[in-house]
């Protein structure tokens, strides 16, 4: 009988080890193939300068304009999405009962929303467009990138502040402290999960090209108000690589090298944010 269990543990860890090994090849895999097409062909002028007029049949200028407009969206839509997200992650966890069903039908809610593609989001946010007599534009890309991360940021944020003791609440209250008061001690125990929330959401928004496109639109130019196209680095990279000129599907590559790089910044950046505050947490 001992024996068996043996072998099966040791089953067991040769099985994990190779889910582990199988996951990793693929995310380097696709890490190498990226940095190997895109990094040879990647220069400064493509980081610095608009697309000319010959851009996406070869000729010279770069995606400045898609970096900005991914920029301009997502720094919005994420600090958006931070005003609507932390008021209700603390309303569900400081002001409802634990076993409240309004909270339990709330958070079902955000998982579904949170499941749904980001192209459902797209066609959402179009047809209100269409009602609206909205154009593509800058402000449509927020409009849906907002609604994109709004549910990951509350289910990721709530589901630590659910951990949070009803003796450390009960405690706050027993001192005096009003419910306002108590939202501080909660900030500080999910201060971690706000920023976990904050980076995840902004690696998926940074990300996403189905929203995008029907709502943003598509410019050669950097936006300079709210009702005009704005290009993104995922559209850019989808334009490119569909075009049939070599030269130009390399300089996609080169923009999802730029992309990557981003997302994995942001990767490093949220690993040592979260530990910083778990460290300092009390």
């Known amino acids: 009988m001992n ?73 919005a839509s994420t600090v958006i999405g931070l005003s609507v997200s932390i008021p209700v992650v603390f309303y569900l966890n400081v002001y409802l009962k634990r076993n409240s ?85 909660v900030m500080r125990q999910i201060a971690p999960a706000i920023a976990t929330a904050t980076l995840l959401s902004i690696g998926r928004s940074i990300g996403d090209a189905a929203g995008v496109m029907f709502t943003a639109g598509f410019s050669d130019n950097i936006p300079t108000s709210l009702s005009q196209p704005a290009a993104t680095l995922p559209l850019s990279v989808f334009f490119q690589l569909s075009a049939p000129q070599v030269a130009v599907q390399n300089r996609a590559y080169a923009a999802a090298v730029v992309l990557t790089f981003i997302v994995l910044v942001l990767s490093l950046a949220g690993r040592f944010i979260t530990a910083h505050f778990s460290k300092n947490k009390v």
Do not use: C, H
């Not at 024996?3 to 895999?29: D, P, Q, T, Y």
């Not at 895109?38 to 007029?53: A, C, D, E, F, K």
């Not at 209100?128 to 709004?150: D, H, K, P, W």
């Open 3 to 75: 024996n068996f269990r043996f072998i099966e543990e040791k089953i067991a860890k040769v099985l994990m080890l190779f889910s582990v090994l199988v996951v990793s090849g693929f995310v380097f895999s696709v890490i190498y193939t990226i940095f190997r097409r895109g990094l040879p062909v990647l220069t400064w002028s493509m980081i610095s300068q608009l697309p000319g007029g010959g851009f996406y049949i070869g000729q010279d200028g770069g995606f400045l304009n898609a970096i900005i407009g991914s920029v301009y969206i997502v720094g």
């Open 101 to 185: 069903r309004f909270g339990y039908l709330s958070r079902l809610a955000f998982d579904v929303l949170f499941g749904i593609p980001s192209i459902v989001y797209g066609a959402f946010g179009f047809t209100i467009m269409i009602y609206m007599g909205l154009r593509a534009s800058l402000l449509g890309g927020i409009i849906v990138e907002t609604l994109l991360i709004i549910p990951i940021m509350i289910r990721t944020m709530d589901e630590v502040a659910k951990t949070i003791p009803t003796d450390l609440l009960e405690s706050s209250y027993s001192l005096g402290a009003t419910r306002i008061e108590t939202i501080g001690v």
